[in-house]
Nanobody
Framework: QLQLVESGGGLVQPGGSLRLSCAASGFTVDRYAIGWFRQAPGKEREGVSCISRSGRSTNYADSVKGRFTISRDNAKRTVYLQMNSLQPEDTAVYYC????????????????????WGQGTQVTVSS
């Protein structure tokens, strides 16, 4: 059974950092692109950052470029999102999601492209 479990969320002050983890189980993780998405109250789910099967390709939302870094360790079956210089507008529930890819190509980092989802972890940025 394919499962994604997010962890690492919490409350942080503006300017602080968090590292989110997405632990995968039940599937061959290096055959899947993985993405991080977020959803704030009253807003649509948006793509934050996505990474290809091998990790060679990544993309980021403009709002997080230069502050967030996505990475993956396929041996550990885990994808990470390092978030620095956090701002109140980063407050949201963060989800990781996976999609099977025949080739090491990165799909668009939009929710409709991803098939399997975790339950989410809350990130709150507030003083």
């Amino acid at each position: 059974q394919l499962q994604l479990v997010e962890s690492g969320g919490g409350l942080v002050q503006p300017g602080g950092s968090l590292r989110l983890s997405c632990a995968a189980s039940g599937f061959t993780v290096d055959r899947y692109a993985i993405g991080w998405f977020r959803q704030a109250p009253g807003k649509e789910r948006e793509g934050v950052s996505c990474i290809s099967r091998s990790g060679r390709s990544t993309n980021y939302a403009d709002s997080v470029k230069g502050r967030f870094t996505i990475s993956r360790d396929n041996a550990k079956r885990t994808v990470y999102l390092q978030m620095n210089s956090l701002q109140p507008e980063d407050t949201a529930v963060y989800y990781c999601a996976a999609v099977y890819r025949l080739a090491d190509l990165l799909p668009m980092c939009v929710a409709r492209q991803y098939d399997y989802w975790g339950q989410g972890t809350q990130v709150t940025v507030s003083s």
